[in-house]
């Protein structure tokens, strides 16, 4: 699991409709909502799943990559009245990706996902006013750097 960053200096912007290729110009052809309140971001990294075997009661079992796993983003972020909120949650209650740009100090990221998970912030003072989000990537990020 990616550990959060903080998010000085990044934006989300979401849009509900979906880029007609995935391509940078594609992506910038879409009107984006800008979500305020984003505390952190996660780190954009990919990640192996693994099967583990015990042929023959070896010694040590043998652990071999098997798929790539979905990218993951998770987004913590103060519940406000905010237009790109609202569309967040729009995105967590239809069944299909929506569209984000993520603009990070190291560069901007667009790509779709699923919006699948929806918590409360946690045991923090603040938590009754946060709110976590799980991005589930459905393609690779395109990136500018």
Avoid: H
């Avoid at 699948?116 to 990136?143: V, Y």
């Amino acid at each position: 699991m990616p550990e959060p960053a903080l998010a000085v200096g990044s934006t989300l912007a979401i849009s509900l409709a979906l880029p007609a290729a995935l391509d940078t110009s594609s992506f910038n052809a879409l009107a984006y909502t800008a979500v305020r309140g984003v505390r952190t971001v996660g780190d954009m990294a990919e990640q192996w799943q693994t099967t583990t075997n015990n042929l023959a009661n070896r010694d040590y079992p043998l652990v071999t990559k098997t798929w790539r796993s979905a990218i993951q983003q998770d987004i913590d972020l103060m519940q406000l009245t905010d237009a790109g909120q609202a569309l967040l949650m729009q995105a967590y209650n239809q069944p299909g990706p929506a569209s984000f740009r993520m603009a990070q100090p190291n560069g901007t990221y667009w790509f779709t996902a699923l919006v699948t998970t929806r918590a409360a912030g946690g045991r923090s003072p603040d938590a009754l006013l946060a709110r976590r989000f799980t991005l589930t990537l459905t393609a690779p990020p395109i990136t500018a750097t």
